[in-house]
Nanobody, 124 residues
Framework: EVQLVESGGGLVQAGGSLRLSCAAS????????MGWFRQVPGKEREGVSC????????YYGRSVKGRFTISSDNAKNMVYLQMNSLKPEDTATYYC?????????????????WGQGTQVTVSS
């Protein structure tokens, strides 16, 4: 059974930091590129960051570039999202996702597997 389990969300003040983790199981992790997405009720899911299956390529959404860092540990089947300088507009449910192949993308509809999400709330 494929599972992506996010953790690390919570409530933080503006300017603070959080580190999200995603534990993957049930598929061959090193054949998949990974992504982080976020969604606010009533809005379309937004691509936050993604990383290629060989960890050589990373991409970031315009609104988080320079503040967030994605990383992956293929030995542990884990993906991380370090979020610094958080803003109230970063408040959302954050999802981890996996897409088969070497080319990561911030297009959510390309992804094959999804986690259940973890809530991040940034207070002003």
């Amino acid at each position: 059974e494929v599972q992506l389990v996010e953790s690390g969300g919570g409530l933080v003040q503006a300017g603070g930091s959080l580190r999200l983790s995603c534990a993957a199981s049930g598929f061959t992790f090193d054949e998949y590129s990974m992504g982080w997405f976020r969604q606010v009720p009533g809005k379309e899911r937004e691509g936050v960051s993604c990383i290629s299956k060989n960890n050589n390529d990373t991409y970031y959404g315009r609104s988080v570039k320079g503040r967030f860092t994605i990383s992956s540990d293929n030995a542990k089947n884990m993906v991380y999202l370090q979020m610094n300088s958080l803003k109230p507009e970063d408040t959302a449910t954050y999802y981890c996702a996996a897409v088969l192949g070497a080319t990561p993308t911030l297009d959510w509809y390309q992804y094959d597997y999804w986690g259940q999400g973890t809530q991040v709330t940034v207070s002003s």
